[in-house]
């Protein structure tokens, strides 16, 4: 992204905090958290009203316009302003410069999708790109940030409730039967659960059993506490993991398995749809062995045959299944240095966009669909008793929950710059009458913990900041809201109200 | 998209007619025609800055020798790279540096080039004694002392080691800028280091010389991966060579994907005895271009389960990597 800056791009960035990448930005919108379908809707109306939709692609490649131009309607950029925060003429500017670009991009990450209305937020990014025509050309697009080496992967491979490898769904007779020749045994043609409906199911009784695979949901889920409940009302509990979390702590059976990225072979999946070759360079500890072996074995156990393929034999049976990777051989892989799906055969070069279909006249395929969406505030609500607003993100030298970046001597922990702590804006400090290093107690509807403050001046008054990474010391998920999107099944980490309380020594 | 564009221009070289792409640089056309020429400052991933001018050849018409690392071609341009002048130069900024900065770390192509030209570093003297303020006179420009004529002066200071993932030897720096370029726009965008100090006192320092911790610096070790000669080096590197136990030889490079975020860089794991002892990112590969952050490159500890490298003896370190293979 800097390098686009360097090269001439205009960056804005919207975010509650003044963070990093907001100190690069030409313009930052700093919004109230929770409100960026009012934001998005503003921006569509002023970019109608002042005749700057793109009506061609409007015409050409979307369906669902006028319904949509009626429903941003009242998002006036006074009304917005008063909802997010961000000055209209702001807004104003915002719409203006994105509507006028040659080629502009929509980037985000957790902010958009931690929240109960996940979806609606990237519907509401959608209905700008389409707006503008700002999608399938080279330079232009949606582009959704991952924050993990392979969540993408693990959606392409089909670890989706309703979905077989290759985004191929599970309710398609032609499809599901494709996957029951090649397997040999029938596939449930129902969705299964996702994560959040899975501890639904504990809770109803549905659900006695769980095998974990390299997740640490004791800590990583929101409203932690009732997680830890759940986890412990499961009869059984199978942990696959190369450490010991706090998940396999709990569970009844621990698997030692091999770290994935540098202890076994197989492959990866960027945030551009980039497969690309993950290699054995040590051998691992003790028992540990690869996710592919335990699985083989424990298939094995079950009366089921596989023998133990290599990676490369597992990923030519996946190549046969996914049209989308059929051209994606190992060799090739390692000629390109990855490739980016489709790639449906071995001449194909891979796709550096997607959604080209779209600049077809007439359009290939379906049109694409706005969709209307409404602003919905956070689950959480600020009151009296619960005034300040949580939200919770990452620092820089660490990861997740902790486990794998805990044991690395990062100097920006040791001094202080990232670690366990609440960042508290200057104006919140004065008023709460905290200095730098001060113990605050934080409590929210579920839950409560100690922390050391640092005032940070990142931050709006009425925002509070705390990282998920360091739940031995500051557990943040005791605090978070387990209210989820239920397209998505995320859940709101981004939004909790609490209270602060200096904690007197 | 961008229209590519494939038009050559032809130049003399070595007085043999060559085509080279147009936007080309000198050194692009020396290595098509596989003329080794030395470089030191020169990254394939940063924009050269014409720092140290080892690289430099003769072009008819031009008074001065020219950078090859930076000048692009013309076409009918006429260039010998071999000529006496050129030959010269290049052994006095070498020999130059080999009498003032140790340069013992730098590559085994430094010391072929350095063998090429004949340099003889010993011929300014033996090293005058380390001075003791090269800091303080960073930030008094011209205060430097008059030299005695017959001992080489040198860049000798102590290392510094304020953290647990970097340390900065100075003594074997040649202040070429890369570490500057990586740190600033052409990678990490941090501008954490800079050079200072003027003339023969001009070094490379954090803003006023603060502790890496405490400067604007996020560990991303991008400088260590551009720097020719070792002065700032991977912690984990530096003690294993104190120890007399860093083997190049004995280490198996294996490339794989970080494991953190999902921007996919990849990764060089070196592994000796079962262990990473650095962790490096190809130049050549489109996500990075060889940079990377502090997960990528020093979040690994967690796949070796081992006695802390920094507070153990370093045999029972690597003895315990060998067991747990």
Redesign the interface.
Known sequence: MLKGVHNGATLYCVDPRRSESAEWADVWLGIDVGSDIALANAVAREIIHAGLANQEFIRRATAGFDEYAAAVEPYTLDRSADITGVPAEAIRDLAHAYARADRAQLCWTLGITEHHNASDNVFALINLALLCGHVGRYGSGLVPIRGQNNVQGGGDMGALPNKLPGFQDVADDELRGKFEAEWGVAVPSTPGRHLTRMFEGIEEGAIHALYVIGENPAQAEADAGRARRLLDAVDFVVVQDILLTRTAEMADVVLPAAADWCEAEGTVTSSERRVQRVRKALDPPGEARTDREIIAALAAELGHSWGNPTAEEVWDELRRLSPMHAGMSYRRLEEHGGLQWPCYDEEHPGELFLHARLWDDPVTGPRAPFTVVEDEPPVDELTDEYPIRLTTGRHLDSYNTGVQTDGYRSPLRHVGRSGAMIDVSPEDALRLELADGDRVTVTSRRGSLDADVRIHDGLRPGLVFMALHYPDETDVNLLTIEAWDPKSGTAEFKATAVRITKLVA | ?TEVTNRTVTIRLDGTDVEVPEGATLLDACRSERIDTPTLCYSDVLHPVNACRVCVVEVEGSRPLVPACSRTVEAGMVVQTDTERVRHSRKMVLEFLGSSVDMSYASADVHGWMDRYQVDSGRYGPPRAPAGDRDERKAHAGHHGQVDGFTAETVAQPEKVD???YMRDYSRCITCYKCVEACG?DAQ?TFALTVAGRGFDAGISTEYDFA???SA???CGNCISVCPTGAIMFRSEHELREAGLWEPDEQ?V???????????C?LD?H?QD???VKVTSPQD???TRGHL???GR????????LPDP?TSPIDEVLAAARE??
């Open positions: 998209m953290n647990a993932l726009e965008n890496l911790g405490d610096c996020v560990f198996h294996t490339r794989t994907v970080c494991s953190f975020c999902g921007v996919g990849n794991l592994v079962n262990r990473i590969h489109d996500v952050c502090i997960k020093f979040g690994y500890d967690y796949v070796q389960q920094l747990s293979g």
